[in-house]
């Protein structure tokens, strides 16, 4: 794992974020829980560090997109950063908010009437745990259940209510996440963010299984020569195996990844001063 007490990989590391941002126009795409915030007992209680926002900011203001791609819905993820010009992505790839205005991928839309029933079938038959209704997704929290019997029950109860109204399971970071079988996920999120955007440089940041699919697609795109791109996986106990093996680089959590970006957000701006100083004295 990478940390900050090795200056040497931790300049490396700065010097090659700065440079996938030169390659114009560039971006940073990252998720929220456990990147952005710190992991906490209870999700409503999460926030970003003062660190992270005040680097989003200036990096808002530098490179040509900062967008946060999200399990949360999207106006609960800004409403959390309150950061001007961004881009979030709410409910893995099904909804966007962008300049203030929220739109659903319409193929999710349809389902939203069947979400409403399977949450009330959900917390039926587990009235003992925290559910999540999230508009285009549920939710079951698992964070702090350590019976396991309970986690059982609560897995073959949201499969069996999942095949029941055509639903798909989807597991994360100590929670059971009920979606539309619709082929969104990070990895198309990402993957519009960069060709919509025409981004020639991109770092993406996450933690958790749900980021594995977006850290395969910007891989992807880097392998075919479209964008150059570093892939940041936030370390932690509960994090997969796999993100060692599809990260770039580790960072030891959500407090190292928030000095990156302050590093490389004073770095940049200094940069494009810099060159902004030089054409008006050549101009």
Known sequence: MTTRSNRSDWESIVHRALTVLRARPSGIVTDFDGTLSPIVPEPDRAQPTPLAIDALRRLAGQIDLVAVVTGR????????????????????GAEWLVDGRSRIVPDVERWIPILRTAVGALQSSLADLSIEDKGLSLAVH?????????RQRAREAVERIAREYGLRVRSGREVLEVLPPISVDKGTAVDT????????????????VTDLDAMRRVRELRAARAVDALVL??????????????????????????????????????????????????S
């Open 142 to 150: 698992l964070r702090g259940v350590s019976a396991v019997p309970l």
């Open 73 to 92: 819905r999207a106006e609960d993820v800004m409403r959390r950063l309150n950061v001007p010009r961004i881009v979030v992505v709410g409910n893995h």
């Open 233 to 282: 996986g936030i370390w932690s106990d509960e994090a997969p195996a796999e993100l060692t093996q599809l990260a770039d680089t580790l960072l030891s959590g959500a407090d190292e990844f928030a000095a990156l970006l302050d590093e490389v957000s004073k770095r940049s701006g200094a940069h494009h001063e810099s060159s902004s100083g030089q054409m008006g004295r050549g």
């Open 193 to 208: 963010l960069v060709t919509t955007g025409g981004l020639r440089g991109v770092i993406f940041a996450g933690d958790d």
